[in-house]
Structures are given as structure tokens and as C-alpha cells.
């Protein structure tokens, strides 16, 4: 049965803030490898002078403390995560969510999964209902616990 609260667990996401120059994403994942915390989903949005790197890694707390140790100035939020049986499902995830009314703000895909199953990360409004919708139509909404190592 698809799992349709992430209430208890939810998939965070962190938004990392840094000057635009070659190597700033090196060294972020290279600190957090160091640290065995393993990235498996990230997207990237620069500027002429900065960057968001928006991260999901299996150790959230770990990344935290390190982001702190290390002066990464970042924020934290709680994403959707849905895996895929393919890629072909997409278009039945976006029906999902369009038919509950639901604004999709970005989506990107994992780089990994621990059992190498297709997953997105959306950031949207009402995660709640897009859970629900998603749920209801079959999809697994994975919590912080399904991406963790």
C-alpha cells in the first residue's frame, strides 16, 4: 500500500548559499563525503554572484552540524519525495498532482536511491494534499528514513 503521511519523517531539503566561483560544489561535497553523509539528490541555482545548491542527503543532522562547523550559511525545508516504478511515470505523477489542484514551485530527480528506484523531489504548495493525491493514485511518497543509508 502507498504511504501517504510524511508528517513524522519528511524528506528536508537544504538550501545552501554560496559566492558563484569554480570549485564552491567540490568542496561542499567533498566536506560532506568526508563525513560519510552521501548527497542523493541536488539541483543547482546560480547568479552572476551566487549560488543555491539545494541538497537531500541521508544524514540530515550530520550535514546540518558540518554546514554550521564549516560556515555554510543555508536554510531548511521539508520536500515531497515520489518514487517512480520509471521514468515513464512522470506524466501520472503531474496528473496526480494536477488533477488535486496542487502548484509544483521546481522538481528535480535523485542521483541515488538505496535501491535504485527513480524518485523525484518537488517542492510545492500543500504537500499534504499532493501526498494524498499521490497516495491515492498508487505512488509512494518516501519519508527521510526510505533515502537514508
Known sequence: MARTSTASDPVKQFSVFTENRVGRLYDL?????KHNVHVMA???LDTT???I???IVDDPDRARELFVNNDYAYTECEIL???LEGESQFKEVLAALFEAEINIHYVYSFIKRPEGKVALAFNMEDA????QS???HGFKVLTQHDISR
Request: charged share 20%; hydrophobic share 45%.
Open 29 to 33: 561535497t567533498s566536506l560532506l563525503k
Open 81 to 83: 519525495a515520489v518514487e
Open 49 to 51: 554572484d551566487s549560488t
Open 42 to 44: 541536488c539541483t543547482i
Open 134 to 136: 499521490l497516495g491515492h
Open 128 to 131: 499534504d494534499v499532493a501526498a
Open 53 to 55: 545548491i539545494r541538497l
